[in-house]
């Protein structure tokens, strides 16, 4: 009987113990994301709208248009990805995008160009291109040809960017050719590299479900951290040649759980990375959860990654003077380009420059200009920011809570570029980072 007793008692402590461990899990995991939407969230949301009213539109320095778009985005041409027009534009159009370039995964070893979507769509230039397989790299030929995968690596680039393509490498936290002579640029932020080195995804899909309506917008940036090791890597290959710094999002709106009825009248159950999860005959969980069909078929969704969300994270602005492929890649290649955190606040309208003596305007970012040519660096924003001059990867000036920006070089060479921060919470977050102006 006392043994009884004992093994009741034990058994008790134990659930008791159980319970307490399971509660305590249950707050680590739930309390931060209800907090974030009660009290962090809104107080941001708060912030942004006092920030947006004191927007100053900035007065143009440089003759070119400033045109808004996002680089490394995929479409129901890549294996993990069943994004299709419909969807794709209403999100580019609500994001004020004007371009997008593709980097669909690749369907075999000869890739055949132009592939996927490509044309002006609404005014908004779509660009189709490869995300290569092996050390990723973006290719976008811009003409009718055939790519064979299998080549030599460092042949293709030569070719493609010789005979007036673009080659970006993707995935800067993974080893490239470095030295390689051709390519043009790198990633010097990516959604998906930024989210791969959270070290609590678990946290951050609880949170992001708990915080999918009006607030995904921030839910969405806490995967944000400066990507320091890749930005100080573009600064050191910047010592030997130019090497263009872009955003990607690698957007695949893909993390999400759908469903949609198909032809022979069963439903697809869809999961994470567009893999099929099931077909089968509507039972009476489609009854219960399926609704009415949208513009890609999908009547039921629950989705992190949304276009939109993707589109309006992390945005590439490239300066020229037209709106179209040509036009656009012979400018980012150039370095006419800067990145920007747009659910932060619109970058529009923000400018770098460096002027001569009389003040004339001589270089934009991108540019290279003679040391004796150049009196002064200046910048321009739309909002008050904190402006940071980094020379060769080195921070060596700033300025706190301004709309404009002056710094006088005094002949000295360098590769100077800018980082501009908006304050929210006391934190200064990292909005618009520049390609560099090379003064030699
Ligand atoms: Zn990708």
Do not use: C
Not at 149 to 176: A, C, N, P, T
Not at 346 to 369: H, L, P, R, W
């Amino acid at each position: 009987m006392k043994t009884v007793k004992i093994i009741g008692r034990v058994l008790l402590i134990l659930v008791k113990v159980l319970a307490v461990f399971f509660l305590a899990i249950l707050l680590y995991f739930f309390i931060p994301p209800f907090y974030n939407r009660y009290v962090v969230y809104p107080e941001l949301e708060h912030e942004r709208t006092a920030l947006w009213k004191k927007y100053k539109k900035p007065e143009l320095l440089i003759p070119q248009t400033d045109f808004k778009g996002v680089l490394h985005s995929h479409t129901y041409r890549s294996h993990d990805s069943r994004g299709i027009l419909a969807e794709i534009l209403p999100a580019a159009k609500k994001a004020k995008l004007d371009f997008i370039f593709l980097a669909d995964h690749r369907m075999s070893d000869l890739d055949t160009f132009p592939r996927g979507i490509h044309g002006i769509f609404n005014d908004i230039v779509i660009e189709s291109g490869t995300e290569s397989p092996g050390p990723s790299m973006m290719v976008t030929p811009l003409r009718n040809v055939v790519l064979d995968w299998k080549s030599d690596r460092s042949q293709l680039i030569h070719d493609v960017v010789k005979k007036g393509g673009m080659v970006f490498y993707l995935h800067s936290e993974d080893g490239h050719d470095w030295a390689n002579p051709d390519y043009q640029g790198l990633e010097i932020y990516n959604i998906h590299s930024d989210l791969i080195d959270e070290k609590n995804p678990v946290k951050f899909l609880i949170n992001g479900m708990i915080n999918s309506g009006i607030h995904r917008h921030w839910s969405y940036r806490e995967l944000f951290d400066e990507q320091t090791k890749i930005i100080s890597l573009w600064d050191s290959l910047n010592n030997h040649r130019k090497i263009v710094g872009m955003a990607a999002v690698d957007a695949h709106n893909n993390q999400s759980l759908r469903a949609k009825y198909l032809k022979n009248g069963k439903v697809e159950w869809v999961g994470p990375n567009a893999k099929t999860i099931s077909i089968n005959e509507p039972g009476w969980k489609e009854k219960l959860l399926l609704g009415k069909p949208d513009v890609a078929g999908w009547a039921f969704k629950m989705e992190l990654d949304t276009y939109f969300h993707s589109f309006n994270f992390a945005n590439t602005h490239i300066f020229s003077d037209t709106l179209s492929s040509r036009s656009l890649k012979n400018d980012l290649v150039k370095g006419h380009a800067y990145i920007s955190f747009e659910s932060l606040a619109e970058a529009k309208g923000f400018q770098f420059v460096s002027t001569d003596s009389s003040g004339k305007i001589n270089a934009i970012i991108g540019d290279s200009i003679q040391s004796k040519n150049v009196l002064k660096l200046k910048a321009i924003s739309p909002f008050a920011v904190k402006f940071e001059l980094y020379k060769n990867g080195k921070l060596i000036d700033s300025k706190e809570d301004s709309y404009d920006y002056e710094f006088q070089t005094k002949n000295k060479k360098g590769n100077y570029r800018i980082v501009a921060r908006l304050k929210f919470r006391r934190k200064q977050l990292p909005w618009i980072y520049t390609n560099p102006i090379y003064v030699y």
